[in-house]
């Protein structure tokens, strides 16, 4: 065996542990990220999963993502607690679903009425949630969440089992799955409300424990619900718009490398223009598809559509009073900052365009979102 002087074997296992540094792979972690909506829910199949596989390849594998939808790990009404004590990373959450925990971020979403426009909702949720109100982010914050991106579905009707609701006497006796003001609406109108989360509607129509939900219509095809909600009411009653769909634990995000929390911000316009973008064109699609499978178009009578925006006058004051009642502070405030950002994004989504809009229209909605929101956001 030859003999290797000293320097040489010196500078030998030195080249040697320099190679081991160079050809190393780069070590992975990944992220857990929980819902309680189906993987086949668009905002996992056109949002999230996307969403995920270009934050991995811009960090060059190091972050990686499991997913585990449908309340496999975390139902609605236990996500924020899944971040809170490490059972995952990052989860959708649905602040009407704990809006003890989330007293301030529920108050703006509670503001359903407000809503006409998922697009406008959707800009005025984010820049409220994650610039204008630090009231609203500490809610998260204190529950060690962070939270990064929101949208707005696009506004809620009536889907029910065994007769349309066309009139407000309609409404009487029944039972409908209706969260936050939609739930006020229902007993408004004579109903029961039924405070279930989204994945939970099928089985309770199924079973007879609701007659009607009150949601945004492609949840026909995202919860096959059209299996046995065969008549839609196309009076639009308001919008939900606190869906927080990408939320991570604070803890996580300061282990992240400054690349890894780079690659993850630049994404967000682009994955909420996506969702809201399926929202919009799932409108119509979905109202083609549930005709051919026996849905039927109920028309709201002035009766209806005066009930509702009656109930729209009313309600701010019942938001107010709530909020107050959780021990938010100057709720007033907040809800005059959400009204003033709804009229900003009105107005900018108006500039765009009315109606369906086209990729190059879709493309100026993702500019602003970037320009006047994710692009404004200080990160810690």
Known sequence: ???????????????????????????????????????????????????????????????????????????????????????????????????????????????????RDARVMTGAVNQTLLID??????????????????????????????????????????????????GQLVAALGGTPVNITSGEIYEAMQRGQIDCTLGPIPWLRSYTLWDMAKFVTNSGAGTYHGTNFINIRTDTWKKLSAKERKAMTDGLAHATRMIAEAYENDDEAVVKEGKNKGVQMVDGSDALEAAIAAFREK??????????????????AIVELFKKNVERWTKLVGEIGTGTWNKAQWDKYEALLQSEIFGKVKYP
């Open 1 to 115: 065996m030859p003999v290797i002087a000293r320097g040489a074997a010196a500078s030998l296992a030195l080249g040697l542990g320099l190679s081991a540094v160079v050809s190393a792979p780069v070590t992975a972690r990944e992220l857990i990220y929980v819902s309680n909506i189906p993987a086949k829910h668009p905002t996992h199949a056109i949002g999230l999963d996307p969403y995920f596989e270009a934050v991995t390849k811009a960090t060059g594998g190091s972050l990686t993502f499991k997913s585990y939808p449908g309340g496999t790990v975390a139902g609605g009404k236990t996500a924020v607690n899944a971040i809170k004590n490490g059972t995952a990373d990052m989860a959708l959450i649905a602040d009407v679903y704990t809006p003890n925990d989330l007293p301030v971020s529920t108050l703006v979403s509670d503001l359903a009425v407000l809503g």
């Open 133 to 182: 109100c630090p009231q609203c982010k500490q809610d998260y914050v204190r529950h060690k969440v962070l939270p990064l991106a929101s949208y707005s579905l696009t506004p809620y009707h009536f889907l029910c089992s065994k007769s349309g609701i066309s009139k407000p006497e309609d409404v009487a006796g029944r039972k409908i799955r209706g969260t936050g003001s939609m």
């Open 315 to 332: 309600d701010i004051k019942r938001v107010i009073d709530t909020a107050r009642s959780r021990n938010v502070e100057k709720p007033e």
